[in-house]
Antibody, heavy 120, light 107 residues
Framework: EEQLLESGGTLVRPGGSLRLSCAAS????????MNWVRQAPGKGLEWVST????????YYADSVKGRFTISRDNPKKTLYLQMNSLRAEDTAVYYC?????????????WGQGTLVTVSS | DIQMTQSPSSLSASVGDRVTITCRAS??????LNWYQQKPGKAPHLLIS???TLHTGVPSRFSGSGLGTDFTLTITDLQPDDFATYFC?????????FGQGTRLEIK
């Protein structure tokens, strides 16, 4: 089964930047859309962004549009989330998750998550 | 955006019980409804996709139903491993949205 491993989460000051990574093990990484979903402490799940298998199509939640950029490197089997102009409300565990399509699909599997804390 | 409303937000039950969690969409989402289970400190994992399809390895005591705006997740013969938080998610249109979660606790 596919395994996903996130990294890059840390403490960052408001207004700062951070890049998260998600390494995949599957040989056919490029065949799958990839997603970022976040969960603020003690809260529910919030979809953040989706990228197609080729990387040519992307979607963003309004709450991050213009500040976050999703990208992927298929030969390296790695997904990224560049996070700029970070705010306190971006504090969350960020999960990467795979889907079979950019829409009309489901998230499976998920990585273990990486914690981003935005605080001064 | 499509709003997903789950009920109840929390639920107490005993081992062996049958429980039902409902999820209502603010507009029709056909059958584009998925269910996830999450345990404390762990990532969510997929239980059911497109309303009724059990994910590989999910016990048959879990089942899903519904169409349009109203959906249910039913768990029969509750086992100790089932006590967790459950989320519904619509994938009919972007942005994908989740219900607020239902915490299933041991009575």
């Amino acid at each position: 089964e596919e395994q996903l491993l996130e990294s890059g989460g840390t403490l960052v000051r408001p207004g700062g930047s951070l890049r998260l990574s998600c390494a995949a093990s599957r040989f056919t990484f490029s065949s799958y859309a990839m997603n970022w979903v976040r969960q603020a402490p003690g809260k529910g799940l919030e979809w953040v962004s989706t990228i197609s298998g080729s990387g040519t199509t992307t979607y963003y939640a309004d709450s991050v549009k213009g500040r976050f950029t999703i990208s992927r490197d298929n030969p390296k089997k790695t997904l990224y989330l560049q996070m700029n102009s970070l705010r306190a409300e971006d504090t969350a565990v960020y999960y990467c998750a795979q889907s079979v399509a950019v829409a009309g699909s489901w998230f499976d599997p998920w990585g273990q998550g990486t914690l981003v804390t935005v605080s001064s | 955006d499509i709003q997903m409303t789950q009920s109840p937000s929390s639920l107490s039950a005993s081992v062996g019980d049958r429980v039902t969690i409902t999820c209502r969409a603010s507009e029709s989402i056909s059958n584009y409804l998925n269910w996830y289970q999450q345990k404390p400190g762990k990532a969510p994992h997929l239980l059911i996709s497109t309303t009724t399809t059990l994910h590989t390895g999910v016990p048959s005591r879990f089942s899903g139903s519904g169409l349009g705006t109203d959906f249910t997740l039913t768990i029969t013969d509750l086992q100790p491993d089932d006590f967790a938080t459950y989320f519904c998610q619509q994938s009919f249109s972007k942005p994908d949205t989740f219900g607020q979660g239902t915490r299933l606790e041991i009575k």
